[in-house]
């Protein structure tokens, strides 16, 4: 059994704001990159399996191109939802990576890193108990909280720090998870 897990690809922020649960649609090298993504399932998979996604519109956008490549279908999941932020969302973010990563992990409206892991390993658990192959599509923050949890590593306070940033699951990033008997074997996609 193999469950994957996708990041939503670029959406489009001229502004650069921080989005949270804004609805930012994908910018068209997103869109692009998505299509990239249903190709790899195109070629990878060969039956019909479903989608779960985040109801945020950047990720449902990103799993509808995926399905309609492959002739999956797309059923959204609240679990899968971004973490959010109300004292940042929509707001500038500083054009520094550091102190912007820096202010999300700071701001004390930030839903935590324990929450979102909870949410989505419960919905991780749900689906792998039907026993059938299945995709993920979420955000950054949700996925990396997951593959923490898979990987057996505990959380630390801010997940895209410069000390974790190599484990946080990038943009249009699909993550293989095959079941064994004894636990998961795991492989990192970049398409």
């Not at 108990?129 to 950054?140: N, Q």
Request: hydrophobic share 35%; glycine share 4%.
């Amino acid at each position: 059994m193999h469950i994957y897990l996708v990041r939503h690809t670029l959406y489009h922020n001229p502004e650069n704001i921080y989005a949270f649960h804004l609805p930012l649609y994908l910018s068209p090298e997103g869109r692009k990159h998505a299509g990239r993504v249903g190709d790899w399932f195109k070629n990878n998979v060969s039956s019909a399996i479903p989608i779960y996604t985040s109801p945020i519109v950047r990720t449902v956008q990103t799993a509808e191109i995926i399905a309609s490549i492959n002739n999956f279908q797309v059923q959204t999941d609240e679990r899968l939802i971004e973490s959010f932020c109300p004292n940042l969302q929509g707001k500038k973010q500083p054009e520094d990576d550091e102190v912007a990563w820096k202010m999300q992990c700071a701001d004390s409206s930030r839903e935590s890193s324990e929450s979102t892991q909870k949410r989505t390993v419960k919905c991780f658990q749900e689906k792998l108990a039907e026993g059938k192959d299945y995709i993920l599509v979420s955000h950054g923050d949700l996925l990396t909280a997951l593959y923490y949890h898979l990987i057996n590593k505990s959380l630390v306070p801010c997940l895209f720090d410069d000390e974790h940033i190599d484990i946080y699951i990038k943009r249009g990033e699909i993550v293989e998870v095959q079941v064994l008997e004894d636990g998961y074997h795991i492989e990192r996609i970049k398409v």
